[in-house]
């Protein structure tokens, strides 16, 4: 019998609009996946090819997709002068390091931190977790993946500065900064620094995305181990902008107006996209395009609310035209996540994406 997990991730946002402040509350995704006795319909075994010197035991779908479920906290602030060991849930197998609050950045902002789940038996992979939250919220706390560390995985989840703290570019600064750290310390705790993963939802799919995209660049590397690569090896992008001067002005929600300044995509940038045009496309994956780009699994609903299917549609067409390695899912009917993101179809897709480029 599988277990019962809970995928639910939250985002309220204010938003100062014609004089009055209007709340948004809104529930990416909220759904429940009960599992009950083994049946006909329940998903088969599945084996997945070895990777290097290391290859994933058979395991049911769900139980090693189980990362897809996962509570989101309010962003946690605490700071520590070394990192505490957590008490493993039962989430996580008893002999897992898990080390929270770590500084990739030296005396740097309380934000730049990430947390570190450590197998017993590191066999090489790292997974990097990426949260979203519209540049300006969210939290690194109880990331997906955490199932994989049974397969030997190494998860990370990383902060960064949010918006209101830094405009762009400090969001993906912090990230590439992450990536170097846990390349410098890959021999500290045992995974390999050739086979890094990364995945973020919305904003956080936005971030992933630039991080595939620049990997053969130095533009955002900035602070300390600079001798360590901040790319990528894949990336899964769920519904992250990619084309910020592109996107549509005549969205009805007003925290993604372009012009809105108090909107996220404003507060980002510091200003309206059109008084920050040049910002904008900086920011803007699309704009960073080349056939070196790390191979990425792009997942988009087609009624997305927040992130016009569009800026999917073009980023993965300049990919392609280049020769880059893109996958592109086009969910039929979906929207800013949601039940369809996690049908077994596409859990598997994920899945085998990641150990195809895990294998190398």
């Known amino acids: 019998m599988l277990g019962f997990m809970v995928f639910r991730w939250s985002m309220f946002y204010i938003v100062y609009d014609v004089g009055r402040f209007h709340a948004f509350f809104l529930v990416v995704c909220n759904f429940r996946l009960f599992c009950g006795v ?3 319909h329940n998903i088969a075994t599945l084996s997945l090819p070895r990777m290097k010197s290391f290859r994933f035991l058979p395991f049911s779908l769900f139980t090693s997709l189980a990362f897809l479920c996962w ?3 309010a962003p946690t602030l605490a700071q520590a002068e070394e990192p505490p060991t957590a008490t493993p849930t039962k989430e996580i197998p008893d002999d897992t390091k898990v080390l929270l609050n770590i500084p990739y950045v030296e005396k740097g902002h309380d934000q730049q931190k990430l947390d570190l789940y450590v197998p017993a038996h590191p066999k090489g992979p790292v997974l990097v977790w990426i949260h979203g939250g519209g540049w300006r919220g969210g939290s690194k706390d109880k990331p997906p993946g955490l199932a994989m560390l049974k397969q030997g995985v190494v998860v990370a989840s990383v902060e960064y ?3 209101q703290h830094a405009i762009f570019p400090a969001q993906i600064e912090d990230c590439k900064a992450a990536i170097r750290w846990l390349r410098a310390h890959a021999k500290d705790y045992g995974y390999r620094d050739d086979l890094v993963a990364a995945w973020g939802a919305s904003a956080g799919g936005h971030l ?3 991080l595939a995209v620049t ?3 130095h533009d955002f590397d900035v602070g ?3 001798d360590q690569s901040s790319a990528i090896q894949c990336g899964i992008d769920w519904f992250g902008p990619a084309d910020f001067p592109a996107y549509d002005p005549n969205l009805p929600t007003a925290m993604v107006q372009r012009e809105n300044p108090d909107s996220v995509l404003a507060q980002l940038f510091g200003g309206p996209v059109s008084q920050k045009l040049e910002l904008a496309k900086r920011a803007s994956p699309i704009t960073w395009v080349t ?9 988009q609903g087609t009624q997305d609310p927040l992130v016009p299917p569009d800026q999917s549609q073009r980023f993965a067409d300049k990919l392609k035209a280049v020769g880059a390695d893109v996958t592109l899912e086009m969910i039929e009917g979906a929207g800013h996540g949601g039940p369809q993101f996690t049908t077994a179809d596409r859990l598997k897709m994920m899945f085998t994406f990641l150990a195809k480029h895990w294998a190398g």
């Open 38 to 40: 083994c049946s006909a």
């Open 208 to 210: 992933v995305a630039l």
């Open 71 to 73: 509570p989101i906290a």
């Open 224 to 226: 300390a181990n600079l």
């Open 215 to 217: 990997g053969k660049t």
């Open 161 to 163: 500065r949010f918006s």
């Open 291 to 299: 056939k070196d780009a790390a191979p990425l699994l792009i997942m």
